[in-house]
């Protein structure tokens, strides 16, 4: 078992959502089946939705374990991005994971990387100018939305 | 109203300081050199190409005449290339009782650098021959022994009009390439030119909200330790200064590119459509509506063909956004110059957009979504004044995401250039901007 805690710098726990730049701070307490395992740490963001999936690790660790249980705490500069992110295709979203790659134990927890605590959310998709012109066309509506005020 | 007036016409005094560096001479020196091409090139056409070809059709009506060769020899020229040979030939020919003699023997006036092969052309007319020649019945004078088609022409037109295209492309071209370069060199100066930029600016109605300078300096970039992704942009610690921005896609790679897949549908198609009419029945029905929507496809692109061919032709502008690093919630200043006739724009309306693109796969193949998600006109313009060159404020808004150009999943930003001219292709350029993400954070800030 692995659990993951993250907090801020001055110790705040909690939120879950940190600013470019600002310092993550992450507490690992593992208890595992058996001493001298390999113990993995990523900070990383992986893209979702209908694209391709992508990811890249921010930062990265590894350290060696001595006994079947401990606690270890890090501290890492959360990157400037890609902040988090809910489009309409494409969503990015940032996680902490800890793993033991040998016993196949991995644990997980989210964060959000944002200015506002929020991530930002793509408006809904515009039709473009041409498409707008056939659909009038063709008698189609197209309501007019926040994004696209030339509809 | 009148103030208002005033003032452009000081403003554009103002900028067209700054866009009149004195390098008419650079200009001129290929308009120089590319004309003497030209002329030299069409001295050859018409004298060598057009003339004896002029002569040698006219010669066709001409009325043949019985002639006596007085005398037959080759004539040797020589200069610092070595020697070269024509015929000299003079006869003596009747026409309605009256003697004439001629000297000219063929339309092809040329020296060749072979003798023999002179001498294999006047083989049928030695001295004291009696022959015939061709005389032309509106001036008895003019005579031609040897009414055959000047050949010579075949190499002498198409040589003398290469040299004609590329004098004329030096002259017409070169100038305008340095014309363009100087065009963006004179928009960076006035991107520079803030002063002038604001005040084109207020004539315009839009003043841009400064940004806190101070504010700014508080959250400068300390990258230190924070990690960079290679998929998102970042300063790069060049100076924040007016940028020209290059379109996404030339139009010359536009047209390339739709030439490209135009070629290969066509090609494909066509030998399907020689083998089904290379058939002794001809196509049947079957075959003939099977094929019908590859060809209309195909037709179709060579419409495209023809439509961004022409529009390699339209007025083209020269962008420059006044900051080099561009943040969610900023706001830059936009300004174009269009080169070429900005009269057959009827509208301009320039878009700033942002899109969402995907790429996956699907069965065996790769698709790639793009979906608009943010356009906001930054500008409508109708006067050719203000479309030919014009100054905008621009915001980004301030939850806009950032630039984001992974493998397959990209949030690009980009100035869309969207030009109507009444039964043209229309303008068409789009220019990428990088939305950088927000700055670090900063404890104290």
Redesign the interface.
């Known amino acids: 078992m692995i659990q993951l805690e993250l907090s801020h710098e001055d110790g705040r726990v909690g939120e879950g959502w940190f600013c470019p730049g600002e310092l993550l701070v992450i507490n690992v307490r593992w208890q595992l089946p058996k001493d001298n395992c390999e113990l993995n740490l990523q900070v990383l963001w992986e893209t979702e939705g209908k694209g391709t999936g992508e990811s890249e690790a921010a930062h990265e660790m590894a350290w060696e374990t001595e006994k079947s249980f401990g606690e270890q705490t890090f501290e890492v500069l959360m990157p400037r991005g890609p902040v988090s992110l809910e489009g309409n295709m494409l969503k990015i979203r940032w996680y902490v994971d800890c793993y033991v790659e040998a016993l196949g134990i991995k644990a997980r927890k989210a964060l959000v990387l944002s200015t506002t605590g929020e991530p930002i959310r793509l408006p809904e998709p515009v039709i473009p100018e041409g498409m707008a012109k056939v659909m009038k066309f063709f008698g189609m509506k197209t309501p007019p939305t926040e994004s696209n005020p030339t509809t | 109203m009148e103030t208002g007036s005033t003032t452009t016409v000081t403003e554009t005094t103002q900028i067209e300081n700054v866009r009149r560096p004195n390098r008419w001479l650079i200009g001129c020196f290929p308009i120089a050199f590319g004309s003497i091409f030209t002329l030299a090139g069409l001295g050859v056409l018409v004298f060598a190409g057009l003339w004896p070809l002029s002569l040698w059709f006219q010669s066709l009506s001409w009325v043949e005449a019985p002639c006596k060769i007085d005398s037959a020899s080759i004539e040797t020229h020589s200069d610092s290339d070595g020697d070269t040979y024509s015929p000299k030939v003079t006869y003596t020919y009747v026409w309605k009782g009256d003697n004439y003699q001629g000297t000219r023997f063929a339309w092809d006036q040329t020296s060749y650098g072979s003798r023999p092969s002179i001498e294999k052309w006047m083989e049928p007319f030695p001295v004291g021959a009696n022959t015939v020649c061709y005389v032309n019945p509106n001036d008895p004078k003019d005579a031609v022994l040897l009414r055959s088609f000047p050949k010579i022409v075949l190499f002498i037109i198409p040589f003398s009009l290469i040299f004609v295209a590329v004098g004329g492309g030096v002259a017409w071209g070169v100038p305008r390439l340095i014309q363009n370069q100087q065009a963006r060199m004179q928009m960076a100066a006035l991107g520079q030119n803030r002063a002038a930029m604001r005040a084109m600016a207020s004539v315009s109605g839009t003043e841009r909200i400064p940004r806190d300078s101070v504010a700014l300096a508080s959250r400068a970039?300390?990258?230190e330790?924070?990690?960079?992704?290679?998929?998102?942009p970042?300063e790069t610690g060049e100076v924040n200064e007016p940028l020209i921005i290059e379109p996404k896609m030339g139009r010359w790679m536009n047209l390339v590119g739709i030439l490209f897949v135009c070629c290969f549908w066509n090609g494909i198609v066509s030998v399907f459509l020689f083998s089904m009419f290379g058939n002794k029945n001809g196509p049947s029905i079957f075959e003939s509506l099977f094929l019908t929507p590859f060809v209309l496809i195909g037709l179709g692109l060579m419409v495209a063909v023809v439509y961004t061919f022409l529009g390699l032709f339209n007025p083209k502008p020269v962008l420059v956004c006044s900051d080099r690093w561009l943040y969610a919630g900023s706001e830059f200043e936009l300004s174009w110059m269009m080169k070429g006739n900005v009269s057959r724009i009827r509208k301009l309306t320039v878009y700033l957009e942002?899109t969402?693109s995907?790429?996956?796969?699907q069965g065996t193949s790769t698709r790639t979504?793009n979906?608009?998600?943010?356009?906001?006109?930054v500008a409508e313009l109708t006067d050719s004044e203000s479309i030919a060159q014009s100054y905008h404020v621009v915001k980004i808004p301030d939850?806009?995401?950032?630039t984001?150009n992974?493998?397959?999943?990209k949030?690009y930003w980009q100035v869309r250039f969207?030009g109507e001219i009444p039964w043209w292709p229309d303008v068409a350029d789009t220019f990428e901007i990088n939305i950088?993400?927000?700055?670090?954070?900063?404890?104290d800030a």
């Open positions: 970039p300390e990258q330790g924070i990690p960079i992704s290679a998929s998102v970042h942002g969402e995907v790429t996956y796969r979504e979906k608009l998600f943010y356009s906001l006109p939850d806009a995401m950032h984001f992974a493998t397959s999943n949030i969207a950088l993400p927000p700055l670090p954070y900063r404890k």
